[in-house]
């Protein structure tokens, strides 16, 4: 049974810095893609980061230069580096993955989702 878990949200000022984990388990094969995504109430999950298979790495435009999405294989985890935390980041973040090759990009592709961690930032 593949399980997806998130850590490491909290509360943090403006200009601080987190760094979330998402312990894999279940996975037959290595993901085909893994992603980071966080939503606020009443509006839609918003994909941040995605990481496929070999390594490759792409972002949002709007969490450029601040966040970055990296994977420890061995250890079946996923992790997100959150810097220079601004008040707009504040949202429930939650990792996906997928074995498939879906469209790494749309949340309605993925698989298997975790429960969440959230991150609330004040100023």
């Known amino acids: 049974q593949v399980q997806l878990a998130e850590s490491g949200g909290g509360s943090v000022q403006a200009g601080g810095a987190l760094r979330l984990s998402c312990a894999a388990s279940?996975?037959?094969?290595?993901?085909?893609?893994m992603a980071w995504f966080r939503q606020v109430p009443g509006k839609e999950a918003e994909v941040l980061a995605v990481?496929?298979?070999?390594?490759?790495?792409t972002y949002a435009d709007s969490v450029k230069g601040r966040f970055t999405i990296s994977k420890d294989n061995p250890k079946n985890t996923l992790f997100l580096q959150i810097n220079s935390l601004i008040p707009e980041d504040t949202a429930m973040y939650y990792c996906?993955?997928?074995?498939?090759?879906?469209?790494?990009?749309?949340?309605?592709?993925?698989?298997?989702w975790g429960q969440g961690t959230q991150v609330t930032v004040s100023s």
């Open positions: 996906a993955a997928d074995e498939r090759p879906i469209n790494c990009y749309a949340r309605y592709q993925y698989a298997y």
């Open positions: 279940g996975f037959t094969n290595n993901p085909y893609c």
């Open positions: 990481i496929v298979s070999r390594g490759d790495t």
